[in-house]
């Protein structure tokens, strides 16, 4: 039996009277990556998003059910801790203009680490954990902007394990990468899930083949709210789903 | 072979008109700058109008007084102007509750509205305001809180634009770091919109600079050095105005003018500087 990190029981989402996610449960797997796949506008975003509270930041959000962060109800969590444990790495990589330096330290410092040497220590374990620092260790202070795409995101992912989080969310992280880069972000996600819950959304299946050890696949019904159809261990959802629109999805024949 | 012709003639008709334009405003500042620095010299800055219809003297208490105006002005409007940008922003559609929803839209109407106000009307407010209701009298203290009311529209439109310009995506990077709203606006967002707010702050105390009106009904027209926030003094702008109307001397108001259209373009200057950093630094 998996240890599980977090729960949703029943959890519904609605933008204004719109509801966007329909009574969704499930539990993902602690140290593990987790795939959320399903056609555009399925809400497996809007899902994703739910972990770190990010869907408060739009005007008219409602939630119904329960969202558990081990076992604690993650609604009556301070947001800002919540978002501590549980980091979020965004679709295009969005470094701040900043140095590489200040972007990796920018979480600990939100969180009152002002001493310079361990603030260093920190840029250093946090770089070398997303496989950066060899690339960027000489150029510490120049601008993150300088970096190439590939590398902004990890340092975006650096950015959100320095905050020593237990969660890494991460929103289509290689869909605005090219192709080595995307096997670079894909081989860190396996060294990551050692120490980090990883749940990732993906256009891609084939990505979501290769790197997720859950699945789970969102659908949107006649209504336009996403519904959760099925749920678990990929190398089953992708061979022998037991949900016929899981199939048509998986080989193509719609999304 | 028509539509190349249409073409062509279009071509000439825009061209002359833009020529035209830069030919207008070069012979205003040539005639201004060519004429006026003819009368110039060193002691035109370091000696004050000795006032009398003669209208001797240079204009060193009106470059004090300037100086003097400008400062008080942004010390007030930036703090308000900036803060309204930053609220509208950044916080007022987070705003819970129609009221607030209301105040916030009234206030954007507002801004919108103000800032396409003449300077004269607000010469007035000042006036009835400060200078009377107040008890300010003709000073720098009425003068400077009048032109606050002018250019803190200004502030609040280029804060605003500034904000805007910042990509969301700095913003959702940042809280879903557990920054709060208010450290993501100090450490991401501001520092991103830095340049922009300076040209806006740059843009107000150009006004400041060249408005008349206004400090004709608010700072009076001393042409002494101020010696307290209640004293009444003399812009550059509001000098040229007295030499012209008041006293014989059009050559000194020319060469005043000279100089503040100098001291204006190097304000330009100035933005244009500014915004070539954000265009290089966001690249």
């Known amino acids: 039996m998996e240890q599980v990190r977090l729960t949703t029981r029943d959890y519904s989402l609605f933008y204004g009277e719109f509801r966007a996610l329909n009574g969704i449960s499930l539990s993902i797997p602690a140290n593990r990556i987790t795939a959320f796949i399903g056609p555009s506008g399925c809400g497996k975003s809007t899902l994703l998003r739910s972990f770190n509270r990010m869907n408060e930041l739009i005007p008219g959000v409602r939630t119904e059910g329960t969202v558990l962060l081990d076992?604690?109800?993650?609604?009556?969590?301070?947001?800002?801790?919540?978002?501590?444990?549980?980091?979020?790495?965004?679709?295009?990589?969005?470094?701040?203009?900043?140095?590489?330096?200040?972007?990796?330290?920018y979480g600990p410092r939100v969180h009152?680490?002002?001493?310079?040497?361990?603030?260093?220590?920190?840029?250093?374990?946090?770089?070398?954990?997303?496989?950066?620092?060899?690339?960027?260790?000489?150029?510490?202070?120049?601008?993150?902007m300088a970096l190439s795409g590939g590398q902004q995101q990890r340092l975006c992912i650096a950015r959100a394990i320095a905050v020593s989080p237990e969660v890494i969310l991460m929103d289509e992280p290689a869909s605005a990468l090219d192709p080595v880069a995307t096997i670079k972000i894909e081989e860190l996600m396996n060294t990551l899930k050692e120490k980090y819950t990883i749940v990732i959304v993906t256009h891609n299946m084939q990505q979501a083949a290769r790197v997720s050890d859950f699945t789970a696949f969102l659908l949107t019904d006649e209504n336009r709210a996403g519904?959760?159809?099925?749920?678990?261990?990929?190398?089953?959802?992708?061979?022998?789903p037991s949900d016929r629109r899981t199939e048509d999805y998986i080989t193509g024949r719609f999304g | 072979m028509m539509r190349k012709l249409v073409?062509?003639?279009?071509?000439?008709?825009?061209?002359?008109?833009?020529?035209?334009?830069?030919?207008?405003?070069?012979?205003?500042?040539?005639?201004?700058?060519?004429?006026?620095?003819?009368?110039?010299?060193?002691?035109?800055?370091?000696?004050?109008?000795r006032g009398g219809l003669s209208g001797e003297g240079g204009?060193?208490?009106?470059?004090?007084?300037?100086?003097?105006?400008?400062?008080?002005?942004?010390?007030?409007?930036?703090?308000?102007?900036?803060?309204?940008?930053?609220?509208?922003?950044?916080?007022?559609?987070?705003?819970?509750?129609?009221?607030?929803?209301?105040?916030?839209?009234?206030?954007r109407f507002g801004v919108e509205t103000l800032a396409g106000v003449p300077s004269i009307i607000f010469g007035l407010f000042g006036y009835a305001?400060?200078?009377?209701?107040?008890?300010?009298?003709?000073?720098?203290?009425?003068?400077?809180l009048a032109g606050s009311c002018l250019i803190i529209p200004v502030i609040i439109r280029t804060t605003e634009e500034a904000l805007k310009a910042v990509p969301d995506s700095y913003r959702e990077g940042s809280l879903a770091l557990g920054a709060s709203r208010w450290e993501t606006i100090w450490k991401v967002i501001l520092p991103s919109a830095f340049p922009g707010i300076t040209t806006g702050i740059v843009l107000g105390a150009g006004r400041i600079v060249s408005e008349t009106a206004i400090f004709f009904v608010t700072l009076g027209g001393s042409y002494r050095t101020p010696t307290s926030l209640l004293a009444s003094g003399r812009s550059?702008?509001?000098?040229?105005?007295?030499?012209?109307?008041?006293?014989?001397?059009?050559d000194k108001a020319m060469a005043t003018a000279a100089v503040?259209?100098?001291?204006?373009?190097?304000?330009?200057?100035?933005?244009?500087?500014?915004?070539?950093?954000?265009?290089r630094d966001t690249r």
Do not use: C
Request: cysteine-free.
């Open chain 2, 260 to 279: 503040l259209v100098v001291l204006v373009i190097l304000m330009n200057l100035s933005i244009n500087m500014i915004s070539r950093r954000i265009s």
């Open chain 2, 129 to 144: 305001l400060f200078v009377t209701a107040l008890k300010l009298g003709f000073s720098l203290a009425s003068a400077a």
């Open chain 1, 71 to 105: 076992d604690g109800d993650i609604f009556k969590e301070d947001v800002v801790n919540l978002r501590k444990r549980v980091g979020m790495v965004f679709q295009r990589p969005n470094p701040f203009p900043k140095s590489i330096f200040d972007n990796v330290t």
């Open chain 1, 112 to 144: 009152g680490v002002r001493n310079r040497s361990k603030l260093a220590a920190i840029a250093e374990e946090s770089l070398t954990r997303a496989a950066l620092w060899d690339e960027v260790k000489d150029q510490l202070h120049k601008s993150a």
């Open chain 2, 59 to 107: 204009i060193q208490s009106t470059i004090v007084t300037t100086i003097y105006l400008v400062l008080l002005t942004l010390l007030v409007a930036t703090p308000l102007g900036v803060g309204a940008g930053i609220y509208l922003v950044e916080y007022a559609d987070q705003a819970k509750g129609g009221f607030m929803k209301r105040v916030t839209s009234a206030a």
């Open chain 1, 227 to 240: 519904n959760m159809v099925e749920f678990g261990p990929t190398n089953r959802i992708f061979t022998s």
């Open chain 2, 7 to 49: 073409q062509n003639a279009a071509f000439t008709v825009f061209w002359m008109a833009g020529l035209g334009a830069v030919l207008i405003m070069l012979s205003v500042v040539g005639y201004v700058v060519f004429k006026g620095f003819a009368d110039i010299t060193p002691e035109f800055f370091t000696t004050s109008p």
């Open chain 2, 236 to 250: 550059m702008a509001l000098h040229v105005y007295y030499l012209a109307m008041e006293t014989r001397a059009f």
